[in-house]
């Protein structure tokens, strides 16, 4: 039987921080097409009346939804979402915006912004999952800061879709089609209309989840954009923010150096500590000042990789073996249980 002590994710994963606040400019835009002046609107509703201001900050989960609810009521419109996703450039997704732009396919940019996710929300995420010949990618909300608001959250949720195809349109092809859409809306015949119109392929309503389906020919091919060396220059910018989001202490730095490097191979305290340019030992004294060590925070950074990405369905676990740096399945399933007591297969099935 299952250790019924097992960790949840919310204690493994670091506490939700809110969504990046530049996702309000395409906020902004959008009324803006409605006529509405959004600077009234946006201090009702707790935001700064400069929307510049807003890059600086992190808006609540609850905050967030209720702004897109008050943007549906304030506009008579159904299908706001869509015209928010149609607004998004960029910049307006932090580093992982730039970055994109020169990433070497779709699923590098997935993976970034599986590494980067905390950058622009803690509390909805993006994720791919992918099969023999089309992979999915989910829009799913953190069940560990559900308000239980779920038509409201749904409005968020396609508003986050509406991004996703417009990133994608921006960096492959202005006039890109997925092969499907999957919402968990059922609206009127005239949003679904909108909703046609702006997707382009088969939409199928009241679906089990919010999602894009797309080739994975199409998310393999290499981007016109694509640059290496930018995309690595954005990344380390990047793993320098989410430093500053989480204090800028030694330990949340090693952390995310060793997320960042821990898919391409090895990581080690020497190849960590070159990268801070210190030596080992120097690292590991000033590691025990903050009463801990390389090995713990290694250990504790692939057990938390271990059940995001279990639980995101989105690698197998030979697969999530692998990606964590094991040299087979059976050393990994060992370390799952030891950290959490049960074994990755019974963890799969406890979902």
Known sequence: MANQDLQRPSELLTESSGTYGGLAAALAQALKLYGLDYKPFFV????????EQCFNCRISKERIIRLIQNCVSVTGDDAFPLVVGKQIQPTMLHYIG????ASECLSDILDRLHRFQSLVSDDFMVVAQR?????????????????????STLLVKDSILATALRSIRIVLDPEFVPEAVLTERNPLDAVKTQYLQYFGCPIQYEADCV???????????????????????????????LADLKNDNL?????FLIISHLERGAVSKEFIADLLHMSPR??????????????????SVRCRLAIMLLKNESKTVGAVAVFLGYSNTANFSRAFKKWTGTSPANYLSMR
């Open 131 to 151: 099969g023999d010949t089309t992979t999915k990618i989910l829009v799913r909300e953190n069940v560990d800061t559900n308000l239980g608001n779920h038509g």
């Open 44 to 51: 009702n509703n707790g935001l700064a009346a400069d929307v």
């Open 282 to 299: 120097n690292l590991q004294k000033k590691l025990e000042k903050e009463k801990t060590s390389f090995k713990e925070i290694f250990e």
């Open 251 to 255: 330990t949340i730095k090693v952390e």
């Open 211 to 241: 999602a894009l389906v797309i080739s994975n020919k199409d998310m393999d091919a290499k981007l016109p954009g694509a640059n290496p060396e930018l995309a690595r220059f954005y990344d380390n910018a990047s793993l320098g923010q």
């Open 98 to 101: 730039i970055s994109s732009l």
